[in-house]
């Protein structure tokens, strides 16, 4: 009895046994490739892969195999399986993604899979996979070729065409004598005009260009065409080398000479404006080329009268910046005047002859009519050519009809004219008049000392010495003292009175009588 309970007891425990050997033994796992499928051809950089695993494990372990060219077996002929990818976790009947990045090429490739303890495996079909993508094309929208720009910002416009959907953009140039990346615009989508704006100080001969690559891969690159161009803010200096701003002219034609100071000089404008606006003028423009020397220019006007001018003389260069001829403006002030003033007259001294003790005579004229009225200037002579002037007083109130001149000496004759100005520099001369000048003088008791009475205009005792041939000139003053001078001593300010009731004494003064 016991021996047959034994024998039932073994027997159990051998089909348990049995039993659990069979349920230890896990079944091959199933791979199904969802991408790429097979003969895929694919233009991007990146592939993206996509299979599910299923097993009677809770993960799976898989490797992807891979060569290149086209395999006809594992064997990898004509080159040996490189495991590019494994993943140890992939959980049982999930879909796993992942994405490899693909140079151009042919490639093929398969999964292997082994259940989590690695007793049965499942390798899939060879796959075949073509990589094609196509490198990106930069287009140079702007700027043009060989142009330049006044403004220091740059606006490029490019547009990248590819297969990605946006890719990195970078600009190379030449702004510090060699080539270098400058600057990098990231997200440039794909076939869309995108503006990018770049500030640049000034510079001549600037050579840029574009790079763009996928954001990935930098090997899959486009490069634009090669733009030249010039950034320059710089205006033209301009420098008039006959006239001055607000110069008055005496006659209807102005011969202006210029230079031009800029790098990309390109023409040159002249506008004279008047009352009826703006007249463009003869030479309106010229090549850059004549601004190597000054270059004239001949504004012929028809002018009868007084006329106040604003000249605009302008030029630009190649980038479109402008300068002018006044710095402080646009406008080169030109006044032109034909017009002499009326002719003055002499009405003291008289228009004949006079002898008078006067030696400060005080001139009396008419006035003169002028729009662009200067000044009176009366001269005085030695002789009626006026080659040797002895005195000169100017008077710019055109209604005052009268000048005072300093002394014109005693016992001498002299020849006047007043001259009326205009601020053209016209001007009318009238006759000329002669005086004669006499001293009222007395010896005192046969000596070297004279009394002479001045009936002129008030004077210092200086000016008496320089009009005498007397060493010492003396003046009874206001506090009945006598005050003296001599060449280069002290009391040459003292005034001697015109009119007055005054002494004064004069040493060796021959020309007395």
């Given at each position: 009895?016991?021996?047959?309970?034994?024998?039932?007891?073994?027997?159990?425990?051998?089909?348990?046994?049995?039993?659990?050997?069979?349920?230890?033994?896990?079944?091959?796992?199933?791979?199904?490739?969802?991408?790429?499928?097979?003969?895929?051809?694919?233009?991007?950089?990146?592939?993206?892969?996509?299979?599910?695993?299923?097993?009677?494990?809770?993960?799976?372990?898989?490797?992807?195999?891979?060569?290149?060219?086209?395999?006809?077996?594992?064997?990898?002929?004509?080159?040996?399986?490189?495991?590019?990818?494994?993943?140890?976790?992939?959980?049982?009947?999930?879909?796993?993604?992942?994405?490899?990045?693909?140079?151009?090429?042919t490639y093929s490739w398969y999964e292997n899979c082994t259940t989590n303890d690695r007793s049965t495996f499942t390798a899939t079909d060879i796959f075949v996979l073509d990589v094609n993508?196509?490198?990106?094309?930069?287009?140079?929208?702007?700027?043009?070729?060989?142009?330049?720009?006044?403004?220091?910002?740059?606006?490029?416009?490019?547009?990248?065409?590819g297969a990605e959907s946006a890719y990195v953009c970078h600009l190379w140039d030449n702004r510090d004598g060699t080539t270098s990346e400058r600057a990098s615009q990231s997200a440039i989508?794909?076939?869309?005009?995108?503006?990018?704006?770049?500030?640049?100080?000034?510079?001549?001969?600037?050579?840029?260009?574009?790079?763009?690559?996928?954001?990935?891969?930098?090997?899959?690159?486009?490069?634009?065409?090669?733009?030249?161009?010039?950034?320059?803010?710089?205006?033209?200096?301009?420098?008039?080398?006959?006239?001055?701003?607000?110069?008055?002219?005496?006659?209807?034609?102005?011969?202006?000479?210029?230079?031009?100071?800029?790098?990309?000089?390109?023409?040159?404008?002249?506008?004279?404006?008047?009352?009826?606006?703006?007249?463009?003028?003869?030479?309106?423009?010229?090549?850059?080329?004549?601004?190597?020397?000054?270059?004239?220019?001949?504004?012929?006007?028809?002018?009868?009268?007084?006329?106040?001018?604003?000249?605009?003389?302008?030029?630009?260069?190649?980038?479109?910046?402008?300068?002018?001829?006044?710095?402080?403006?646009?406008?080169?002030?030109?006044?032109?005047?034909?017009?002499?003033?009326?002719?003055?007259?002499?009405?003291?001294?008289?228009?004949?002859?006079?002898?008078?003790?006067?030696?400060?005579?005080?001139?009396?004229?008419?006035?003169?009519?002028?729009?662009?009225?200067?000044?009176?200037?009366?001269?005085?002579?030695?002789?009626?050519?006026?080659?040797?002037?002895?005195?000169?007083?100017?008077?710019?109130?055109?209604?005052?009809?009268?000048?005072?001149?300093?002394?014109?000496?005693?016992?001498?004759?002299?020849?006047?004219?007043?001259?009326?100005?205009?601020?053209a520099g016209n001007s009318n001369t009238s006759a000329v008049q002669t005086v004669i000048t006499k001293s009222l003088c007395a010896n005192l008791s046969a000596s070297q000392w004279y009394?002479?009475?001045?009936?002129?205009?008030?004077?210092?005792?200086?000016?008496?010495?320089?009009?005498?041939?007397?060493?010492?000139?003396?003046?009874?003053?206001?506090?009945?003292?006598?005050?003296?001078?001599?060449?280069?001593?002290?009391?040459?300010?003292?005034?001697?009175?015109?009119?007055?009731?005054?002494?004064?004494?004069?040493?060796?003064?021959?020309?007395?009588?």
């Amino acid at each position: 009895m016991m021996k047959a309970i034994l024998k039932s007891i073994l027997f159990f425990i051998t089909i348990l046994f049995t039993f659990s050997l069979v349920q230890s033994v896990s079944a091959a796992p199933t791979i199904t490739i969802h991408a790429p499928s097979n003969l895929t051809e694919t233009g991007v950089y990146s592939t993206n892969y996509s299979m599910l695993v299923t097993s009677n494990d809770t993960y799976n372990d898989c490797s992807l195999y891979e060569t290149t060219g086209r395999a006809r077996n594992y064997t990898a002929t004509p080159n040996a399986w490189s495991v590019i990818r494994t993943d140890d976790d992939i959980s049982n009947n999930t879909v796993k993604q992942f994405t490899i990045n693909k140079a151009n090429g042919t490639y093929s490739w398969y999964e292997n899979c082994t259940t989590n303890d690695r007793s049965t495996f499942t390798a899939t079909d060879i796959f075949v996979l073509d990589v094609n993508y196509v490198y990106p094309t930069v287009t140079f929208g702007t700027p043009a070729n060989a142009t330049s720009s006044s403004s220091a910002i740059i606006t490029y416009n490019i547009t990248v065409s590819g297969a990605e959907s946006a890719y990195v953009c970078h600009l190379w140039d030449n702004r510090d004598g060699t080539t270098s990346e400058r600057a990098s615009q990231s997200a440039i989508v794909n076939n869309t005009q995108t503006n990018i704006p770049i500030t640049y100080s000034d510079v001549k001969n600037l050579q840029s260009f574009w790079n763009c690559t996928n954001a990935i891969n930098t090997a899959v690159f486009g490069v634009s065409a090669t733009r030249f161009l010039n950034v320059d803010t710089t205006r033209p200096s301009i420098t008039v080398v006959n006239y001055t701003n607000g110069t008055w002219l005496t006659r209807n034609q102005a011969n202006f000479a210029y230079t031009v100071t800029d790098e990309n000089a390109a023409t040159c404008q002249f506008w004279l404006s008047n009352s009826t606006g703006f007249i463009n003028t003869s030479g309106a423009a010229t090549n850059a080329t004549s601004y190597t020397n000054a270059t004239t220019f001949t504004l012929a006007n028809s002018v009868t009268d007084s006329v106040l001018y604003d000249l605009v003389l302008r030029c630009n260069d190649t980038a479109g910046n402008i300068g002018y001829a006044n710095t402080t403006g646009a406008f080169f002030r030109l006044r032109v005047d034909l017009i002499q003033p009326t002719l003055p007259t002499l009405f003291y001294p008289s228009t004949k002859n006079i002898t008078t003790t006067d030696s400060t005579p005080t001139v009396y004229y008419t006035t003169t009519v002028d729009t662009n009225f200067a000044n009176y200037t009366v001269e005085i002579a030695s002789d009626s050519a006026f080659s040797t002037i002895v005195a000169r007083s100017s008077n710019t109130v055109r209604l005052t009809n009268t000048t005072t001149v300093s002394s014109i000496g005693f016992d001498v004759t002299r020849y006047l004219r007043v001259i009326a100005y205009d601020e053209a520099g016209n001007s009318n001369t009238s006759a000329v008049q002669t005086v004669i000048t006499k001293s009222l003088c007395a010896n005192l008791s046969a000596s070297q000392w004279y009394f002479c009475t001045n009936l002129g205009n008030d004077f210092t005792l200086q000016d008496l010495l320089g009009n005498t041939s007397a060493t010492t000139v003396a003046v009874w003053n206001s506090t009945h003292q006598f005050q003296t001078y001599v060449s280069g001593g002290s009391g040459g300010t003292v005034t001697v009175k015109g009119g007055g009731p005054y002494l004064i004494y004069v040493p060796i003064y021959s020309k007395c009588n």
